[in-house]
């Protein structure tokens, strides 16, 4: 691990937000495993909210697929990892309801929680399985501000 990532780590422990995560993956009764770089992977979320195929607490990246299968696309693994740093550079449990307002920004001005969510964009729009619709064929993170 990096300093950087360690940092990280110790962030997400002090402001809560790793903790949610390992509540979470207990209660959802999903598998956890040691994932690199100090991330912590949960395999196997059966909940039906939030609805995506994957998503971050903290340090935990908790995945819909099973164990093995958890963790193995590393584009995706490297979105989720984006937003584990936007957790610590949002305090902790505070980044939930301001990625909840980026969401609701989004669907307001695109029809979709990602497209124009700073945090999606931020984490890469493509790696979070976000497509631009209204534009095929380009890739969501290479929008004209004109369209």
Same mark, same amino acid.
């Given at each position: 691990?990096?300093?950087?990532?360690?940092?990280?780590?110790?962030?997400?422990?002090?402001?809560?937000?790793?903790?949610?995560?390992?509540?979470?993956?207990?209660?959802?009764?999903?598998?956890?495993?040691?994932?690199?770089?100090?991330?912590?992977?949960?395999?196997?979320?059966?909940?039906?909210?939030? +609805? /995506? *195929?994957?998503?971050?607490? %903290?340090?935990?990246?908790?995945? @819909?697929?099973?164990?093995?299968?958890?963790?193995?696309? !590393?584009?995706?693994?490297?979105?989720?990892?984006?937003?584990?740093?936007?957790?610590?550079?949002?305090?902790?449990?505070?980044?939930?309801?301001?990625?909840?307002?980026?969401?609701?920004?989004?669907?307001?001005?695109?029809?979709?929680?990602?497209?124009?969510?700073?945090?999606?964009? +931020? /984490? *890469?729009?493509?790696?979070? %399985?976000?497509?631009?619709?209204? @534009?095929?064929?380009?890739?969501?993170?290479?929008?004209? !501000?004109?369209?």
């Amino acid at each position: 691990m990096t300093p950087g990532q360690r940092l990280r780590q110790i962030a997400n422990a002090v402001n809560l937000s790793t903790p949610l995560g390992l509540l979470v993956a207990a209660a959802s009764r999903s598998r956890l495993s040691k994932g690199p770089r100090g991330l912590l992977i949960a395999a196997g979320y059966h909940w039906k909210i939030p +609805h /995506a *195929g994957a998503f971050t607490l %903290g340090n935990v990246i908790v995945y @819909r697929s099973p164990h093995g299968v958890a963790g193995a696309n !590393e584009r995706l693994l490297a979105h989720e990892e984006r937003h584990s740093t936007q957790y610590a550079w949002c305090l902790g449990l505070p980044f939930l309801p301001l990625y909840g307002v980026a969401a609701a920004w989004s669907m307001l001005r695109t029809g979709s929680p990602g497209l124009a969510n700073i945090f999606e964009r +931020h /984490a *890469g729009l493509e790696a979070g %399985g976000y497509i631009d619709q209204q @534009r095929p064929g380009v890739p969501a993170g290479k929008r004209s !501000e004109a369209v």
